[in-house]
């Protein structure tokens, strides 16, 4: 498993910090150099995950509609509707939208975290040890994964960082105040993230022991796509 884990933390860091344009050439080379690890490991294709391709495209879609709706329901609401406003999406050209949509997304995130999460961590954990303690393993590592992504989506979304801002005490200087609800904003929100991205590793993980690697994939493809585009509409609806 320590390979594993340094090819993930190695594409991790490159993807989020060095080179995070090059992300689907990065994710691809990882996701390969995992798979070869794990298949020399001894693990079949069906513990990997490589399974139930129809049913897993069929539940992944009927997913990833209710993701879509539930995306819906938040721009529906003006209290929600600032919430989804993210610099990440905001800030960039329809031609950098699309490029993230069709190939950061897919490629960058979605390929390497689910084949080396629910397809390698977990088929090396479950052989191990069972399916439980495999998706608590694949579970918990997806959601330290997640804590550079958490300090970008922090900066990047400036109604998530006043809601979860530590509110200043009356005798504190303004500036240490700001600072100090900037901290513990960051903090909270880097720890709900992670909370959050491992409760949605259980789901995944769920996804894939019943229908394979193709239902969780969809289904985070539309949370991360959906969430691009969402973006863009609620900054239109909030205009007008």
Same mark, same amino acid.
Not at 35 to 55: C, I, N, Q, Y
Not at 196 to 206: N, Y
């Given at each position: 498993m320590v390979p594993i884990i340094a090819v993930l933390a190695a594409a991790n860091l490159l993807n989020n910090?060095?080179?995070?344009?090059?992300?689907? #050439?990065?994710?691809?080379?990882?996701?390969?150099?995992?798979?070869?690890?794990?298949?020399?490991?001894?693990?079949?294709?069906?513990?990997?995950?490589?399974?139930?391709?129809?049913?897993?495209?069929?539940?992944?879609?009927?997913?990833?509609?209710?993701?879509?709706?539930?995306?819906?329901?938040?721009?529906?609401?003006?209290? #929600?509707?600032? #919430?989804?406003?993210?610099?990440?999406? #905001?800030?960039?050209?329809?031609?950098?939208l699309a490029e993230e949509?069709?190939?950061?997304?897919?490629?960058?995130?979605?390929?390497?975290?689910?084949?080396?999460?629910?397809?390698?961590?977990?088929?090396?954990?479950?052989?191990a040890h069972g399916p439980l303690a495999a998706t608590a393993v694949s579970s918990g590592l997806f959601g330290l994964w997640h804590v550079l992504p958490a300090l970008d989506a922090y900066r990047a979304n400036p109604a998530a960082a006043a809601l979860l801002a530590k509110p200043p005490k009356r005798d504190e200087n303004s500036a240490v105040a700001a600072e100090n609800a900037m901290k513990m904003g960051r903090v909270n929100f880097t720890l709900g993230?992670?909370?959050?991205?491992?409760?949605?590793?259980?789901?995944?993980?769920?996804l894939r022991r019943r229908y394979g690697l193709l239902a969780p994939a969809l289904v985070h493809w539309a949370t991360n796509a959906f969430g691009y585009m969402t973006s863009r509409v609620a900054r239109r609806l909030s205009r007008s």
């Open positions: 910090r060095v080179a995070p344009r090059l992300a689907p #050439l990065t994710s691809a080379a990882a996701t390969g150099a995992l798979v070869a690890l794990a298949r020399r490991a001894g693990l079949s294709w069906r513990e990997l995950g490589f399974t139930a391709g129809r049913r897993g495209a069929l539940a992944g879609a009927a997913l990833a509609a209710g993701v879509a709706a539930g995306y819906a329901a938040a721009l529906a609401h003006p209290r #929600l509707r600032p #919430l989804l406003l993210d610099e990440r999406a #905001l800030g960039i050209s329809r031609a950098r949509v069709l190939l950061q997304v897919p490629v960058g995130t979605v390929l390497l975290e689910e084949v080396g999460f629910r397809g390698v961590v977990y088929g090396l954990a479950e052989r993230t992670v909370a959050g991205t491992t409760g949605a590793g259980v789901i995944f993980c769920e």
